[in-house]
């Protein structure tokens, strides 16, 4: 079975940056797409990023221009460059991938904390 591992999380101030990386356990296996999603407390997990095999991005509104998503190192693997962090991005970060098969499937990571302090 495949894992999503998350790396980078931390205590940061507004107006710092992170990095966050997400590598697979294998590159053998085929992803559609790579994704960044993000959970506070009392909210439901929302989309950040995504990636695609074709290299393209995608991104929320709320981080558009202040993140930046890309390949890692390996072919299954992504990061998160985050810039200007703001309270409000405090959450759990969560690593996402689609098999690159009709029927849905998805993989995750067991989550990073950020937290932004003001």
């Known amino acids: 079975q495949v894992q999503l591992v998350e790396s980078g999380g931390g205590l940061v101030q507004a107006g710092d940056s992170l990095r966050l990386s997400c590598a697979a356990s294998?590159?053998?296996?085929?992803?559609?797409?790579m994704a960044w999603y993000r959970q506070a407390p009392g909210k439901e997990r929302e989309l950040v990023a995504v990636?695609?095999?074709?290299?393209?991005?995608y991104y929320s509104d709320s981080v558009k221009g202040r993140f930046t998503i890309s390949r890692g190192n390996h072919k299954n693997s992504v990061t998160l460059q985050m810039n200007s962090l703001k309270p409000e991005d405090t959450a759990v970060y969560y690593c996402?991938?689609?098999?690159?098969?009709?029927?849905?499937?998805?993989?995750w990571g067991q989550g990073t904390q950020v937290t932004v302090s003001s």
């Open positions: 294998t590159d053998t296996v085929c992803f559609s797409s």
């Open positions: 990636f695609t095999s074709g290299n393209s991005t």
């Open positions: 996402n991938a689609e098999v690159c098969e009709y029927i849905p499937f998805d993989y």
